[in-house]
């Protein structure tokens, strides 16, 4: 089935790491994505793995993949409060017209 | 700055009415997607539309339905509104192929009465 789940929120302090989990079930997923709402706003793409890559890493951003247990974290270096936001996982169904599937959201607090 | 374009940022309606929504892709950008986010929710996907046809549709009613013009612009239109219509109508475009990256718009806020 399609399925991708989020804890649904995360507080931590300026300048901590924080770490944003995911877990999904589509094991044919090829891509999957973090994207990043902010109150009001469209979505915003911060990064993407490819499935056959076990991590990524993009400035303050790494991504961590475990393919055989379809877990998928965001770790957010150097936390700032300009990174408070809502952050969705997203999976690529390659097989329904590759649409991406979404989790709930996680909202992110950083406090000062 | 995605270089997706969405309006009107707001409106309302009232049951049973009718909405058009509009979405201005990137130039080249073959592919575009409608989602649906109610209040606290993730994105849930209405339909996808290639080169002016629809390639792809999720759990949506029939009274859902869209368009794409050559000129990278599309429609989402919303017949007999239900108050459960509410929700952040958001658009995104993408080159068919590749990494499936997705440039959204900011998105069109319904509200239905």
């Known amino acids: 089935g399609e399925d991708v789940e989020q804890s649904l929120f995360l507080s931590v302090r300026e300048g901590d790491s924080s770490v944003i989990n995911c877990t999904y079930t589509d094991s044919s997923s090829t891509y999957l994505y973090w994207y990043k709402q902010e109150p009001g706003a469209g979505l915003q793409l911060l990064t993407y793995i490819f499935s056959n890559m076990d991590m990524k890493q993009d400035q303050r951003l790494t991504v961590l993949l475990n393919k055989k247990d379809k877990h998928l974290s965001l770790r957010i270096a150097d936390t700032q409060t300009g990174d408070s936001a809502i952050y969705f996982c997203a999976e690529r169904n390659p097989g329904n017209n590759r649409k991406l599937i979404w989790g709930l959201g996680t909202s992110l607090a950083v406090n000062p | 700055e995605t270089g997706v374009t969405q309006s009107p940022t707001h409106l309302i309606k009232t049951r049973g009415q009718q909405v058009t929504l509009r979405c201005s892709s990137q130039s080249g950008h073959n592919t575009v997607s409608w989602y649906q986010q109610a209040l606290g929710q993730g994105p849930q996907f209405i339909f996808q539309?290639?080169?002016?046809?629809?390639?792809g549709r999720g759990n949506f009613p029939p009274r859902f339905s869209g368009l794409q013009f050559p000129n990278y612009s599309s429609e989402l239109n919303v017949n007999a509104l239900e108050l459960d219509d509410s929700a952040l109508y958001l658009c995104a475009s993408t080159l068919a192929g590749g990494t499936g990256e997705l440039f959204f718009g900011e998105g069109s806020r319904l509200t239905v009465l």
């Open positions: 539309y290639y080169r002016e046809e629809e390639n």
